[in-house]
T-cell receptor, first 112, second 115 residues
Framework: GENVEQHPSTLSVQEGDSAVIKCTYS??????FPWYKQELGKRPQLIID?????GEKKDQRIAVTLNKTAKHFSLHITETQPEDSAVYFC???????????FGKGTMLLVSP | GAGVSQSPSNKVTEKGKDVELRCDPI?????LYWYRQSLGQGLEFLIY????????KSGLPSDRFSAERTGGSVSTLTIQRTQQEDSAVYLC?????????????FGPGTRLTVT
C-alpha cells in the first residue's frame, strides 16, 4: 500500500519568513495530493490540493508543488503569520480510490 | 449548512468495556471515513464506506473494532473490550461521491480515554 513520509516533524519560523514542508510517497499510481491544516483542538481542514496533471498550484500565500518523477510534493507558505501556527498534514490517494494515506504531520510555530 | 457531527465529544471508559462512537455526515455525502489520531501519530485510516458498496475495513487494527453505517447516513464505530492503547481521538469525515478522491470534511472528533 501507499506510504507517505513527511518532514520536518516540527518547524519554527519568525513571522514574515517562509515555511516549506515536504512529503514523499511510495505509490506511483497516486494522483491526488491534499494538504490539511489542524489548529490546536480543532478538526483538520483542507487548505490546498493538487492533482497529478499539474506541477504547481497557488492560493494567495500558500502553494503546493509536485514532482511525480521523484514522487515528492511540498507545501510552501510565504509571509507567515502567527495564525498559520498549526499542524499540517499531507496526504496521497491513488487513481480510482477515495481513501487518503496521511503523513504524520508537521507542527508549524510562527513566532511574532 | 451543517457540517459533520460526532458524539460524544469525550468518552472515558474502563479497560474491558465496550464503547460506541457516532458520526453524522454531511447530508448528501455518500462517502464516510473513520480515522484514529494518536499524539504524534498523524491520521490513521480505519474504515471507509461508499454508498451501498462493501466497506473497506483494511485499516481496522484488530477484530475488536467494527463499524456500520445505517441507511447510508449515520455511522457507528464500536470498540469492544477496550484497551489503554485504544485511547485516542477518533475522527469521522465525509465526502461527495465522484471519480477519485474528493475533499474530506472532518467532524470535531471523539476523545476516547481508556483507564
Amino acid at each position: 500500500g501507499e506510504n507517505v513520509e513527511q518532514h520536518p516533524s516540527t518547524l519554527s519560523v519568525q513571522e514574515g519568513d517562509s515555511a516549506v514542508i515536504k512529503c514523499t510517497y511510495s505509490d506511483s499510481a497516486s494522483n491526488y495530493f491534499p494538504w490539511y491544516k489542524q489548529e490546536l483542538g480543532k478538526r483538520p481542514q483542507l487548505i490546498i490540493d493538487i492533482r497529478s496533471n499539474v506541477g504547481e498550484k497557488k492560493d494567495q500565500r500558500i502553494a503546493v508543488t509536485l514532482n511525480k518523477t521523484a514522487k515528492h510534493f511540498s507545501l510552501h507558505i510565504t509571509e507567515t503569520q502567527p495564525e498559520d501556527s498549526a499542524v499540517y498534514f499531507c496526504a496521497a490517494s491513488r487513481t480510482g480510490y477515495s481513501t487518503l494515506t496521511f503523513g504524520k504531520g508537521t507542527m508549524l510555530l510562527v513566532s511574532p | 449548512g451543517a457540517g459533520v457531527s460526532q458524539s460524544p465529544s469525550n468518552k472515558v471508559t474502563e479497560k474491558g468495556k465496550d464503547v460506541e462512537l457516532r458520526c453524522d455526515p454531511i447530508s448528501g455525502h455518500t462517502a464516510l471515513y473513520w480515522y484514529r489520531q494518536s499524539l504524534g501519530q498523524g491520521l490513521e485510516f480505519l474504515i471507509y464506506f461508499q454508498g451501498n458498496s462493501a466497506p473497506d475495513k483494511s485499516g481496522l487494527p484488530s477484530d475488536r473494532f467494527s463499524a456500520e453505517r445505517t441507511g447510508g447516513s449515520v455511522s457507528t464505530l464500536t470498540i469492544q473490550r477496550t484497551q489503554q492503547e485504544d485511547s485516542a481521538v477518533y475522527l469521522c469525515a465525509s465526502s461527495q461521491t465522484g471519480t477519485g478522491a474528493r475533499e474530506q470534511y472532518f467532524g470535531p472528533g471523539t476523545r476516547l480515554t481508556v483507564t
